[in-house]
């Protein structure tokens, strides 16, 4: 009688600690995708430079997790700024001071967002680092990282999710094609410039070296990591459990990845006369990019078709960047710009009216009687964040260089960054030591 009488928690209780649960379980997912990045690159890159891949990752995440607090998260979704400066910056809640539990009328903590929206800076960040990768010095990666995490992602986070002047206008990026991926790539692409190729990548006529990864298995270990983390990117980015609508943002996710995975095996097959592992591997990625925008306004069929194309897309830009003479270890510049563009237009065409009315934002696409209104908000949108990430990042870098250089010496690249930069081997068993005669990576 006494239990009977007692009240039990509210329903208002119960879905805010549902909420809460699973979004903190998604920026779970999202920061062991870090452990996808590490295996990615590293098994992208050669053997002399793993263990500095694998320690500057983390490093970087650390350092991030600081500025983020500190500063990122203010800029991003301080409301503090005033009506005028709230479309362009984010003011307020500066080293970030939490409730410690939900207030009144809240669906989920504000620590929990906070984490959840670091892990997201997180992964934007190391989509940058394809970009540096086998030939920037340690110190670059941590000027870089003070920078991009405490500025210029923050900004166009604010532009789209944090009450900008594009999230005005209607913009349609559900879980962050644009201001994750494309702002990491033009960070990349910003980088690749500035540091010029590795040595040995391109000859004098222009022609193209192949400089294979050390790992393959990592590589395909990395993008299986990654599309299970991607589960936490997109599906958490409902941010509740409500009536489940996580789940179709889920579905069509899968969708996106094997439409991507299967059109990159067999254009690659198709064109080189070889079902060529690493294309096949990217389009997985290419696929998880280009669905991550649109993943919660369009249907299943063209969820498929948005995978589809960025299968085929990651392998043309990726030709044509090599051809142009750009190099790109990991391919950033193809999977997560070119697919990030393409996801972020998709929207344009594909976006349904019952959908866009359940997410409440924008209008509907091309396809479904929308007219262009709305994939001109979308090219909008990556035009301006694309061109303001790669200016800010070039900028930042190009400073960096006049004062202390961006490269290592070419000695240094030589022996590897494990050996130059920190010491010692990420493979010390498959290395000769010191004074004996060297082993060739």
Known sequence: MAFAADEGPSA????????????LVAAILVLLMQGGFILLETGSTRMKNAGHVAGKTIFTV????????????GFAFGGDAGETLNKFIGMGNFFFDPSILAGEGESYPSTIFFVFQLAFAAVSLSIAWGGFAERAKLSVYLIFTVIFTAVIYPIIAHWIWGGGWLAADGSQDY??????????????????????PRIGKFNKDGSANEILGHNQVFTSLSVLILWVGWFGFNAGSAVSVGEGFFGYVAFTTQLGAAGGAVAALLISWLVKGKADIPTMLNGALAGLVAITASCAY??????????????????????????????????????????????????????????VE??????????????????????ESVVVCGAFAFAASFIVLWVVKQVIGLRVTEEQEIIGLDLSEHGNYGYPEAMKKAGNTTTSV
């Open 12 to 23: 208002t209780t119960l879905d805010m600690g549902l909420n809460a649960l699973w979004i």
């Open 62 to 73: 650390g350092l991030a997790s600081l500025i983020y607090w500190a500063v990122g998260y």
């Open 175 to 196: 879980a962050g094609s644009t201001v994750v991926h494309l702002t990491g790539a033009m960070a990349a692409f910003a980088a690749t410039i500035l540091l010029k």
């Open 298 to 355: 369009v249907e299943p069929w063209a969820a498929v078709v948005i995978g589809l194309i960025a299968g085929v897309l990651v392998f043309l830009v990726a030709q044509f960047f090599e051809k142009v003479r750009v190099d790109d270890p990991i391919s950033a510049l193809s999977v997560h710009g070119a697919a990030g563009i393409w996801g972020t237009l998709a929207n344009g065409f594909f976006a349904t009216p019952k959908l």
């Open 358 to 379: 359940q997410v409440g934002v924008g209008k509907a696409g091309l396809f479904y009687g929308g007219g262009g209104e709305q994939l001109w908000v979308q090219f």
